[in-house]
């Protein structure tokens, strides 16, 4: 189903946990990450669609979530001709979306990524608001961070998140997780003498520890860190 101007109706759910990370999953078989996200059916309306697509990607029904806010108007991305099918280029150009912010009120136990035959991720992992969008495939960068610049606002405060903040992306410890180089934070930097640090700890280190410490929801696996490396042409055939 295409509009006129030859866009595809689609909605896309950013998750947060009440640490107000996100919910950010692996693509099946590919080192790429990205949001869940479906098309529009005949007949629904973006709600009812982020609902459908909420639970056959990561398995959780209505009762799991509260909607804390929507874009306000599409956000659209181009897909380049390589990535359309051949019967669909001239008149196929790529997707519109009405991007949701959800709260989890349930459990991470409640997630699942097997709720159907046909599963999207196969790993998922909670990561700080503002995403390291060099892991997502590259045409849709700037849709990714139009929604989540617009859904900043409405992000619980939490003491233990990064600063949500468009302006806190300047923050050395987002450039950090951004780019996934280590990052030590000077202050909390303790020695036992003068000029004594604390051990730089790589991200992929320190989600390795906490990996290590809690049990997965079904269907899950826990991979640190994402692959700067992408599998553009698998991340395409969800656009």
């Known amino acids: 189903m295409l509009d006129r101007d030859g866009f595809r109706p689609n909605v896309g759910i950013i998750l947060l946990n009440q640490r107000s990370q996100v919910f950010w999953g692996k693509r099946i078989r590919t080192h790429s990450w990205q949001f869940p996200q479906g098309g529009i059916d005949r007949g629904e309306n973006p709600e009812q669609a982020m609902f459908r697509e909420l639970h056959e990607e990561v398995g959780l029904f209505p009762q799991h979530v509260q909607v804390l ?33 959800l709260q989890l009120v349930g459990h991470d136990w409640n997630l699942n990524l097997r709720a159907t035959d046909h599963p999207e991720f196969d790993a998922w992992r909670w990561n700080d608001y503002w995403v390291p969008l060099d892991v997502v495939v590259e045409f849709k960068r700037g849709v990714y961070e139009m929604a989540l610049t617009e859904l900043s606002r409405f992000v619980p405060h939490s003491d233990n998140r990064l600063d949500t903040r468009p302006d806190a992306r300047s923050d050395p ?67």
Request: glycine share 8%; charged share 30%; with cysteine.
């Open 69 to 101: 806010a929507r874009t306000r108007d599409w956000l659209r991305y181009e897909v380049p001709d390589r990535f359309i099918r051949r019967d669909a280029r001239g008149h196929y150009k790529g997707q519109k979306q009405i991007w949701f912010l």
């Open 173 to 239: 410890r987002n450039r950090y997780l951004r780019a996934g180089m280590p990052f030590r934070d000077q202050s909390s930097s303790h020695g036992d003498g003068a000029g004594a640090q604390r051990p730089i700890e790589s991200a992929h280190q320190h989600s390795s520890r906490v990996g290590a410490m809690f049990e997965l929801p079904p269907g899950a696996t826990f991979e640190p860190d994402p692959q700067t490396g992408l599998d553009a042409d698998a991340c395409a055939r969800k656009s």
